[in-house]
Each structure stands twice: as C-alpha cells, then as structure tokens.
C-alpha cells in the first residue's frame, strides 16, 4: 500500500499570502495518478488537480500541482478568504487508493 | 450535472450490517467506475472501494472480508454493505463517481455524505 504523508499539518496564513502544500509518498506513484482534494466542513471533498498538475473543472489558476515520483506540491499562489480549508492529496495509480491525512490552511 | 446521493440507516447497533445505496440522477451509471469512501468524525479520507458498471469490483483490503458493494444498472445505483459493524465503523460515507471510465482515474463527483453511527 502506498502511503501517503502531508506536511505540515496546520498552516497559518494571510489573505492573499502563497500556501505550499507537500505530499510525499513512500514508493513511486505510477504515471503521477495524484489528485489533490479541498474539503471545507460539513462539505464533501472537492477535486482541484488531477494526473499531478491539471486542474479539474471551474478550478481557478491560482491553484497549481507539480511533482512526480514520489514528491508532489500543491501551491495556492494567493489565498483568497475562500481557500481555507483542509486539503488532501490521494494516489489512484496502485491499489488501494489512498489519502494522506491532509493539511489545514487556517487564517492567521 | 450528475448527482449522487447516499441513503440509508444513522443509526446501527454493534454487529450488524451497514446497508447504504447511493442513486445516480443526471447520467447513466454505465460505463464508469464507482467508489465509496468514508471519514471517521474530525479525520481524513479512507477509500473502502469501487465497482464498474459491469459489475467487476476492487476493494480495500483492510475491509476486504467484510465489504460488498453491488451495482444495479437498472435502477442507477449502486450499494455498499459492510458487515459486523462496530463502533471503528462511525463515520461520513460518501459515494463517488470516477472522471472516466479508466482504472485510474481521480473522483471529481462526490454525494453529499450520510453520517453512520454505530452505538449500542
């Protein structure tokens, strides 16, 4: 099973500051089948990247995905008051797919 | 814009089976992979598995022996059971649908969530 670990656990930031999110997993994942995930509280998760680096559906540019192998990034390049959250990275190239545990971005 | 949502019981007693179906509107349950995933109160995402439309399933081994999840195309839903329940089971269990009909592929339509809680 490939495993997955976010860092850091909790961000604090500023409108309008840059977030950068890793993801980093303990063996290769397979043709970067990395997606990364924005769920708000009481809400069901949301895609925002897929494949690594494309942005799903109505995605805003200001969030991008880079990485391969085994470390990926989510940068959210400036916060708006919208983007606090907690974001999750999942691999879907090996069975199971899996989560990290993911990552809260709060206000600061 | 498909839509998904979860049904079924909130409440279950230690050992008994979890039953949820998950109803398709706004496209056909053909010709993509479906999934379950589930989120203990205040923690992260578990994925429990997936069916494709023909009926071929794959699921998480750490619920393996305790996991069904069954596909009726002619209602346009699809079901999990997950059996002899305990309170580890307590959580939001959302269905998903696949962005493709690939294995691989990532989870762009999500339900809403059905809070189950087990409890004697």
């Known amino acids: 099973e490939i495993v997955l670990t976010q860092s850091p656990g909790t961000l604090s930031l500023s409108p309008g500051e840059r977030a950068t999110l890793s993801c980093r997993a303990n063996?290769?994942?397979?043709?970067?089948?990395l997606a990364w995930y924005q769920q708000k509280p009481g809400q069901a998760p949301r895609l925002l990247i897929y494949?690594?680096?494309s942005r799903a559906t109505g995605i805003p540019d200001r969030f991008s995905g880079s990485g391969s192998g085994t470390d990926f990034t989510l940068t959210i390049s400036r916060l708006e008051p919208e983007d606090f959250a907690v974001y999750y990275c999942?691999?879907?190239?090996?069975?199971?797919?899996?989560f990290g545990q993911g990552t809260k971005v709060e206000i600061k | 814009q498909v839509q998904l949502q979860e049904s079924g019981p909130g409440l279950l007693k230690p050992s008994e089976t979890l039953s949820l179906t998950c109803s398709v509107s706004?496209?056909?349950?053909?010709?993509?992979?479906w999934s379950w995933i589930r989120q203990p109160p205040g923690k992260g995402l578990e994925w429990i598995g997936f069916?494709?439309?023909?009926?071929?399933?794959n699921y998480n081994p750490s619920l393996e022996s305790r996991v069904t999840i069954s596909v009726d195309t002619s209602k346009n839903q699809f079901s999990l059971k997950l059996t002899s329940v305990t309170a580890a089971d307590t959580a939001v269990y959302y269905c998903?649908?696949?962005?493709?009909?690939?294995?691989?592929?990532?989870?762009?339509?999500w339900g809403q969530g059905t809070l189950v809680t087990v409890s004697s």
């Open positions: 706004g496209g056909s349950i053909s010709s993509y992979y």
């Open positions: 494949g690594a680096s």
């Open positions: 999942q691999q879907y190239g090996s069975s199971p797919w899996t």
């Open positions: 998903a649908r696949a962005s493709s009909g690939s294995y691989h592929a990532p989870l762009p339509h």
């Open positions: 063996q290769s994942v397979s043709s970067s089948y």
């Open positions: 069916i494709y439309y023909t009926g071929s399933t």
